[in-house]
């Protein structure tokens, strides 16, 4: 976004953007996996309070990574064409007022985390030094998506936990196979979705020196992409199976696998716009909730 001199941005539009709050796609991928958990978990029946809790605390955490993320990246950003706009890397904002911010949304996950069962906040406690270190790993770490892969799983756990998980609970009865084929499949459906993302950022990746698994799988990343998508979809059939979800649940499943299948022909494709990517990680919200809705109507039928 580009102000004239005499019309500067307000500080608050700032603030809005380096939450990336103008961008809620990034919002809605995290709170999906949460929703298909509190979904499942209850057999399509939530309660309405807890839900608002969930998508509250992931609305508060995603915010608090994304300034954390911009305060260790200040330095890298600018020279990413994507990200050389962000408040931080344009130095519209100082870090001062971006450590207060993820502060801020640091301390508003905490307090909604207060209203969650013991095993719960302390998954929520848990996922902290994984969204704290995630943009870490890029500097070190091969394939910096399986980091955030972990960290977008901890909304599985936090989220069926909630509901599953009592005071005297251990994890294991709580947290049965069917919370772990779930949470598979979510970490796998970001490793693709996310990959995808990193693909647009390849040429700045490579001349900057920063790891990325879109660099890593090299030639097969396309091919990387289509295994971790296929991984997904053989999570979710065996979750359908051991939760004997409705036809509803297998209809999304398989326009789901029909998606992932069409964005694997797409990134196969020797020539690719740029755009394409951007396009096909907005699509992975869209089949997200597709899934959702399957989950929903699939446990009442």
């Known amino acids: 976004m580009s102000l004239s001199p005499e019309r500067p941005e307000p500080i608050w539009l700032t603030i809005f953007r380096l939450l990336r709050w103008d961008k809620p796609e ?11 958990a509190i979904v499942l978990a209850t057999r399509g029946l939530p309660p309405l309070r807890l839900v608002g809790v969930i998508v509250l605390g992931t609305l508060a955490t995603s915010a608090a990574g994304c300034v954390v993320n911009d305060l260790w990246d200040r330095d890298i950003d600018p020279k990413v064409q994507r990200t ?13 007022v971006g450590l207060v911010v993820a502060l801020i949304a640091f301390g508003c996950a905490w ?21 704290v270190v ?8 091969p394939v910096p998506q399986l980091v955030l892969a972990l960290a977008w799983g901890f909304a599985v756990l936090i989220s069926w936990s909630a509901v599953s998980c009592n ?53 097969y990343v396309s091919h990387a992409v ?57 699509q992975n919200v869209a089949i997200g909730f597709v899934l959702l809705v399957g989950m929903l109507l699939g446990t009442r039928g």
């Open 26 to 36: 990034g919002r809605l991928i995290l709170m999906l996996p949460a929703l298909w």
């Open 84 to 96: 050389r706009n962000r408040p931080l890397a344009a130095r519209s904002l100082s870090v001062k």
């Open 111 to 131: 307090g909604l985390s207060l209203y969650l069962n013991p095993l719960t906040f302390w998954l929520c406690v848990a996922a902290v030094p994984i969204i």
């Open 134 to 141: 995630y943009p870490l790993a890029k500097r070190i770490f």
């Open 167 to 219: 005071a005297t609970a251990a994890p294991t009865p709580c947290l049965g196979v069917a919370t772990w084929l779930l949470w598979g499949a979510t970490v796998l459906w970001t490793l693709g979705f996310d990959i995808v993302y990193a693909m647009s950022d390849r040429d700045d990746d490579r001349r900057i020196g920063i790891q990325s698994g879109a660099l890593f799988f090299g030639a």
């Open 226 to 282: 289509g295994i971790f998508y296929a991984g997904t979809v053989l999570c979710l059939m065996q979750l359908g199976i051991v939760m004997s979800l409705g036809l509803a649940f297998w209809f999304a499943l398989a326009i789901a696998a029909l998606l992932w299948a069409w964005q694997y022909y797409r990134l196969c494709q020797k020539t690719i716009p740029h755009r394409t990517y951007a396009q096909l990680f907005r």
